[in-house]
């Protein structure tokens, strides 16, 4: 089965940075995903990881150790935009398991 | 145009009715999705179908049907609504090649059993 832990929430102020971290126990996996997900708004895409190591998507970077079952999504230059539930999903087998969500405050 | 659509978007219903939620997608994508969310425990996967005639449930499929009417047409049916069906319903779709399991997720629909 699959456990998936994140945070359930971080406030932070504007112009700051942020970084949430998720940790995972899962069996075939293939993959650690993070979207962004404003109040009753649909998941939006931001990052995936396959390899260990870091991905940086302008202010926006995603980190994975598989060996550790660990992930972090790093927000930059935080705006007052950037206030939203961030998810951590795995991939096994084509399908994906989400964590429950953190959500990030972001402060003036 | 949204790559994916669902309708409705809000629907109010009474507990024993039955209904239907309605995904069409014009991504081209094979795999299909159906999710409910819910406060505090996040995306729960329902049923999925890789492809029209591949049908395969969730982690919580039960008191609940789908059908895969075609590559673009995903529907979901509670058969009889109870009321802790009352959640966001989201339709996602995924090209499924290889490197390629991103999932686009539709506007959602939101459900009130009463």
């Known amino acids: 089965g699959q456990n998936i832990d994140q945070p359930t929430e971080m406030t932070a102020t504007e112009g700051a940075i942020v970084q949430i971290n998720c940790t995972y126990q899962?069996?075939?996996?293939?993959?650690l995903f993070w979207y962004q997900q404003h109040a009753g708004e649909a998941p939006t895409f931001l990052s995936y990881n396959v390899l260990d190591g870091l991905e940086e998507k302008g202010r926006f970077s995603s980190f994975l150790s598989r060996s550790k079952g660990y992930s972090y999504l790093l927000l930059k230059e935080l705006q007052m935009k950037d206030s939203a539930s961030y998810l951590c999903?795995?991939?096994?087998?084509?399908?994906?398991?989400f964590g429950a969500g953190t959500q990030v405050v972001v402060t003036p | 145009d949204a790559d994916v659509t669902q309708t409705p978007r809000n629907r109010i219903t009474k507990t024993g009715k039955r209904i239907m939620l309605e995904c069409s997608q014009t991504?081209?994508?094979?795999?299909m999705y159906w999710y409910r969310q819910d406060p505090g425990l996040g995306l729960r996967l329902i049923y999925y179908?890789?492809?029209?005639?591949?049908?395969n449930k969730g982690e919580i499929s039960d008191g609940y049907s789908v059908s895969r009417q075609a590559q673009a047409k995903f529907s979901l049916s509670l058969e009889s609504a109870i009321p802790n069906q009352t959640a966001l319903y989201f339709c996602?779709?995924?090209?499924?090649?290889?490197?390629?399991?991103?999932?686009?997720f539709g506007p959602g629909t939101r459900l009130l059993v009463l």
């Open positions: 991504k081209g994508h094979d795999r």
């Open positions: 999903a795995c991939s096994p087998w084509g399908k994906l398991q």
């Open positions: 996602a779709t995924s090209d499924g090649t290889s490197g390629s399991e991103t999932q686009y």
């Open positions: 179908s890789f492809d029209v005639k591949d049908i």
């Open positions: 899962t069996s075939g996996f293939n993959g």
